[in-house]
């Protein structure tokens, strides 16, 4: 029987099929191949696996979706919605060619195919050489239709920020001098899972000069008064969307430079989410947390871009970044997480998940944004 929770109701992957193959359609192509990952996850629902045997969604511009599939691995389809959709599935054993099931599916055509940016080259490769000609990848086609979250993935978002929050608001209990990072990381990841989520995507803990470093996980360093610890975490809610939220901690009251320069970041921050609303670019984004900072004379300690999409992979589009001129739109959920890093000594990061509305943002997560004192 399938869990209704690991997916959403088979109309909404019915639109989005529909409104695939048109996209598809649109760019002039001949359909799209879509093999096990992010996109056909989104498509269909299916957390099927990629292994060495093809399984493939076939989607032409004209005619019927089919799913290539291993007769051995039609189990791995039950949970998701190709039964309820109608999609054709073409089952395969060992000794046929999937690669000619594909092309067969799809329909000759003198044009390319595109196909999904995860699919390995050992299902490529024979692919080309069935189709007569070079894919193009699938991303874009499916960018925008991914990027725009329908109301029930922002529902799963906002599920997912909630979660998070809960497990923050119990992080200075796990904050003790003298236990090591790991150890904190072992009780977050523990309640991850309790607060909501279906398992621990990451976890850093980065106290003290590890801080410094943004993707330092965690390690055997013990924990001192005085320290100033990044912690980042996220996971997924079911079905599958994520959460990311980035808080930074002191353990005993900073000094005055770490005070003084932590309110900057948070002014950064700060100004990066009051610059969200729809037809502000990208990288206008990122430039209105790095002004803040370069302004305070500390723009070189800001080295990674301002933020990130999300959805059912952690990292998606669209990106906040210099050099990044899309226009946001409602529907669109990214991060905003300036931090500071100075090697040797510490760090801090400010990281909010946010909703572009229809006149600015709504942000997923509402954990206090000033440094956290923890009592020593």
């Not at 005619?63 to 599935?89: C, F, H, Q």
């Not at 013990?222 to 959460?243: F, M, N, Q, T």
């Not at 009251?253 to 900057?264: F, G, K, L, N, T």
């Not at 909010?352 to 956290?372: F, K, M, Q, W, Y």
Request: aromatic share 6%; with cysteine; proline share 6%.
């Amino acid at each position: 029987m399938t869990d209704v929770t690991s997916r959403f109701d088979s109309s909404v992957y019915a639109h989005r099929l529909t409104v695939a193959a048109a996209a598809t359609a649109d760019a002039g192509l001949a359909g799209m191949v879509i093999t096990p990952g992010y996109d056909l996850r989104y498509l269909t629902g299916s957390r099927a696996q990629t292994f060495e045997r093809l399984t493939a969604l076939v989607l032409p511009v004209s005619g019927p979706p089919t799913m290539v599939v291993p007769r051995l691995e039609l189990a791995a389809l039950r949970e998701s919605a190709v039964a309820d959709l109608g999609i054709a599935v073409q089952a395969w054993v060992d000794g046929q060619d999937p690669y000619r099931l594909v092309g067969e599916a799809l329909g000759a055509s003198p044009v390319a195919a595109a196909v999904t940016d995860s699919m390995p080259a050992l299902h490529l490769l024979p692919l080309i050489d069935v189709l007569g000609n070079t894919p193009v990848l699938a991303t874009e086609v499916l960018r925008e239709l991914r990027m725009i979250k329908d109301p029930s993935e922002i529902d799963a978002l906002r599920t997912a920020g909630a979660a998070i929050d809960r497990v923050h608001a119990r992080v200075p209990e796990f904050l003790v001098p003298g236990r090591t990072e790991a150890d904190v990381a072992a009780d977050i990841a523990e309640a991850i899972v309790a607060e909501g989520h279906s398992e621990v995507s990451f976890v850093i803990v980065g106290s003290g000069p590890h801080g410094a470093d943004p993707h330092h996980e965690c390690s055997d360093r013990k924990l001192r008064a005085g320290d100033i610890v990044v912690v980042d975490i996220g996971g997924p809610v079911e079905p599958g969307y994520h959460s990311d939220s980035t808080r930074t901690y002191s353990l005993g009251e900073p000094d005055a430079q770490v005070a003084q320069r932590y309110s900057v970041l948070q002014r950064a921050q700060r100004a990066a989410v009051d610059s969200v609303r729809p037809g502000v670019t990208a990288q206008q984004i990122d430039a209105a947390a790095r002004d803040v900072l370069a302004e305070a004379g500390l723009a070189e300690y800001f080295v990674h871009r301002t933020g990130h999409g999300i959805g059912l992979s952690v990292h998606e589009e669209p990106y906040i970044v210099a050099g990044n001129d899309i226009a946001l739109a409602a529907g669109m959920a990214f991060s905003v997480e300036p931090g500071i890093y100075f090697p040797g000594e510490w760090g801090a990061r400010i990281e909010d998940i946010v909703i572009v509305t229809e006149d600015g943002a709504e942000s997923l997560n509402n954990r206090p944004h000033e440094l956290v004192v923890v009592a020593v």
